[in-house]
């Protein structure tokens, strides 16, 4: 007999916390309906395990690898949309762009890093925020990355395809006209805007994974499911690939401190974040 729910406390969870805490960073969510969530039914269905008790006695069984990786990636809380919180994109298109385009103006250069980009969306927001920002200037070089876990993500976010549900989660009617292409029932990214955004997947945690340099990063609605320590590693990381007079942007609700190397900033509606100026230009050691 399957588990119905999840069931707190049970061995099988307890050994899920673990391997998703050690591999991916993030903590499970102990609420979490395991079995009605239909990543966690695909995987069930593509490992052709019944049960959960069924998957976790095949994971203890192997060595760590591939089975082990993607259930991490399918227990990972993908929930993301277009333009997601006003006051962040209102900030970033009305406070932070115009900063940056003042500051880069004599390389004309700019990189934003959508950091745990689930599907795409953040970092196609942000590439249409900075194609608009940069509509009356000529000769810049620009790009967004996009990064996150899991695979099955990044292969959404590279295909640039959504659904009509997904299209209605945040995207103003302008600019679905301004930068999509409906074919059958999905909506298709135009090649300009992808040109600017490349996909890849990184493993905020894994310690030989270098981070890309950037000049604005979002990195929200990741941390806030890491513990303290595995929370203060990133952010230490986040700080040294961030430019010095570049800004790091959080999840509503989330915040950083003067203890993580940065300095808050009230900008618009949020708070922003810089990296603090450390003295003598020696990065400072955060690392645990
Ligand atoms: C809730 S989504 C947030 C997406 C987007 N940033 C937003 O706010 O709409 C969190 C994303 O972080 C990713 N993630 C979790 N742990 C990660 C890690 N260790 N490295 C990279 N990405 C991670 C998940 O795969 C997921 O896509």
Not at 44 to 73: D, S
Not at 83 to 94: A, I, L, M, Q, Y
Not at 144 to 170: H, P
């Amino acid at each position: 007999m399957g588990p119905t729910a999840w069931e707190t406390g049970s061995e099988q969870v307890t050994y899920l916390g673990e391997m998703t805490r050690r591999i991916g960073g993030f903590e499970l969510e102990k609420e979490r309906a395991l079995l009605s969530d239909p990543r966690v039914m695909d995987l069930l269905f593509r490992e052709k395990a019944g049960t959960i008790e069924e998957l976790v006695a095949r994971l203890r069984q192997t060595p760590e690898g591939p089975l082990h990786y993607n259930v991490v990636e399918s227990l990972a809380v993908s929930d993301t949309s277009f333009f997601r919180d006003n006051g962040v994109f209102e900030t970033v298109e009305k406070d932070l762009l115009p900063c940056m385009i003042d500051n880069r103006s004599h390389n004309r250069k700019l990189t934003l890093w959508s950091a745990g980009c689930s599907t795409g969306q953040e970092a196609y927001s942000l590439a249409i925020a900075t194609k608009e920002a940069l509509e009356l200037e000529t000769g810049w070089t620009w790009k967004v990355i996009g990064t996150d876990l899991c695979s099955k993500n990044i292969r959404t976010a590279e295909s640039g395809v959504y659904s009509q549900f997904d299209i209605n989660c945040g995207l103003p009617a302008s600019r679905l006209v301004a930068y999509f292409d409906k074919r059958k029932d999905h909506w298709y990214v135009d090649e300009f805007l992808k040109k600017h955004v490349s996909f890849q997947k990184l493993n905020l945690v894994d310690s030989n994974v270098a981070f890309p340099k950037a000049d604005i990063v979002l990195l929200r609605n990741v941390l806030k499911y890491f513990n303290p320590a595995r929370r203060s590693a990133v952010l230490a990381k986040m700080r040294q690939s961030l430019m010095p007079d570049g800004f790091l942007v959080m999840g509503e609700n989330e915040s950083v401190g003067k203890e993580d190397g940065f300095e808050p900033i009230q900008s618009g509606k949020i708070t922003v974040f810089r990296p603090l100026i450390i003295e003598n230009n020696k990065p400072a050691d955060f690392s645990i």
